[in-house]
């Protein structure tokens, strides 16, 4: 298959809004593939090369001089050698390797094809955009159950491994995909609601937790061996030691458990959320210890748990890890759950999250199963640009524009953002001191006033609501926005959509 098809695809896709079109055009393009195509095809399509770090940032991309390839000749197979080359390329002379591949690869390609290969190395969404329809497309063109799928793609969490399996393997093969422990799911997700009440409105009896300001986590064990993971799956092992020791002392042999880990400061109060993640970022031990709270039990000692309801699934939970349990009740009463939710926030948490106990563990999903609330409005969105300071700011990136995730296109480019607002309310000068030195790294193009970055950084936003304004294509405005912290923990598909911002015009 030759890389132009791809590109073919991509572009049929951005430029129509029906979803089912967008998923025949994808479905049409893996049936065209040869199975040695599938994986690096899908990586290619999620702007997430199955090689993983590349080792090749904008600026060297953008520093390259040549001439592009007047006609195709790159084939998947092609680019996909070129990127394990990238890939491989370490020691002493390593950058002059590394771009004497990268303008290699860019002289052979057209310049419509460089462009799509430099944002599928970059991850920038606007390629990545196809993983919205992408498992649809894989059942499509496997004529495979659709759920069957998904379920598949989500407990293996590799769409690539999924799309292979499906096209080349049997449905019985497909139907086997389970749980493994030590390879990590995708973590299920909560929706939202303005108060405890609410929330258990839409989840009858329910277990009503404590939401914490934290890190979520995802720790496997399997006899002495334990393994955790963020929520982007990536491994953190060898950085929390303690977790480790931890979970290596519970009471059984094979855990896949789920939840959150924070510090805690003298009494005992959670600590700032930049304090937790700055353990994620150390490649040693710190003096600052992460204390975990367990929410969840997906498997223990050769059961798969995830299709049990939630009421099973924590009685387990407290049978081998009640004494790191997140605080909760199980209840019907809104009275309760409203007292719950006053004392977590005593305590300086966040709110609380309020689960069905007849509801299934649904990997990679956001349902309305579990249902998060927090008495002041918080949305993570992506950065988009920051201006620079003026007065006692002056020489320092500050003002910055907010967007929220369009992920089928509905105002804009599929899997692009939609600006909402700016703000430069909660940035402390250690804020703004990262922001002048890290944006530029991430920096398109700037104007005199502005550096517009790569849509890479996910922010916490707290608003007091939104309005109506006709400044942004998305027809509203955020209301009072402050930051609250940076999200280095979350990706730009992770952020809040446009259409869940527009849902607050009717609160």
Do not use: C
Not at 105 to 131: K, S, V
């Amino acid at each position: 298959m030759m890389l132009a098809d791809a590109v073919t695809t991509t572009e049929e896709v951005a430029t129509t809004s029906s979803r089912l079109a967008k998923i025949e055009s994808v479905a049409g393009l893996l049936r065209r593939a040869a199975p040695d195509e599938i994986l690096p095809l899908t990586g290619l399509l999620l702007a997430s090369p199955r090689q993983g770090r590349l080792g090749v940032g904008w600026r060297g991309i953008s520093a390259l001089d040549v001439t592009h390839a007047d006609a195709p000749t790159l084939s998947i197979t092609d680019v996909d050698a070129a990127l394990t080359a990238l890939a491989t390329v370490l020691g002493s002379g390593s950058a002059a390797a590394r771009s004497r591949h990268l303008s290699e690869l860019a002289a052979r390609a057209t310049a419509e094809e460089w462009d799509f290969l430099a944002r599928a190395m970059l991850g920038e969404l606007r390629t990545g955009a196809l993983g919205g329809v992408l498992l649809d497309a894989i059942a499509r063109a496997a004529d495979r159950d659709p759920a069957t799928v998904r379920r598949a793609a989500m407990l293996s969490g590799d769409l690539g491994e999924t799309a292979l399996l499906a096209l080349t393997g049997t449905a019985e093969q497909l139907d086997a995909v389970g749980l493994v422990v030590g390879r990590p799911v995708l973590p299920m997700l909560a929706a939202t609601a303005a108060t405890p009440t609410a929330a258990l409105e839409i989840t009858g009896d329910a277990s009503v937790e404590y939401k914490l300001d934290g890190a979520r986590i995802q720790v496997h064990r399997r006899g002495d061996d334990v393994g955790v993971f963020t929520r982007s799956l990536a491994d953190i092992t060898h950085r929390v030691p303690e977790i480790v020791e931890i979970v290596r002392g519970l009471p059984a042999r094979d855990l896949i458990l789920d939840g959150e880990t924070l510090s805690l400061d003298e009494d005992g109060g959670p600590r700032p959320f930049q304090e937790t993640m700055s353990r994620f970022g150390a490649d040693v031990s710190r003096e600052l210890v992460l204390r975990p709270w367990f929410f969840d039990l997906l498997h223990l000692d050769g059961r798969d748990l995830i299709d049990e309801p939630l009421a099973v699934r924590l009685a387990e939970l407290d049978r081998v890890a009640g004494d790191w349990r997140i605080p909760g009740i199980i209840t019907d009463d809104p009275d309760a759950a409203e007292q719950l939710s006053r004392d977590a926030l005593a305590a300086g948490h966040e709110g609380v999250v309020v689960k069905s106990t007849e509801s299934p563990y649904i990997a990679g999903r956001r349902g309305k199963s579990w249902v998060k609330v927090k008495p002041v409005h918080t949305y993570d969105l992506v950065v988009l640009a920051a201006e620079w300071g003026s007065g006692r700011r002056r020489g320092w990136l500050s003002n910055i524009h907010l967007g929220a995730y369009d992920p089928e296109g509905e105002f804009g480019e599929p899997g692009g953002f939609v600006m909402v607002g700016k703000t430069f309310k909660g940035l402390t000068d250690e804020l703004l001191r990262w922001q002048t030195e890290t944006f530029p790294e991430r920096e398109t193009h700037r104007t005199g006033a502005a550096v517009f970055l790569r849509p890479e950084v996910v922010v916490e936003i707290a608003i007091d609501g939104v309005q109506r304004s006709p400044r942004y294509p998305g027809g509203i405005a955020l209301r009072f926005a402050r930051v609250k912290h940076y999200r280095p923990d979350k990706a730009p598909a992770d952020a809040d959509t446009i259409q869940t911002l527009r849902t607050l015009l009717r609160g």
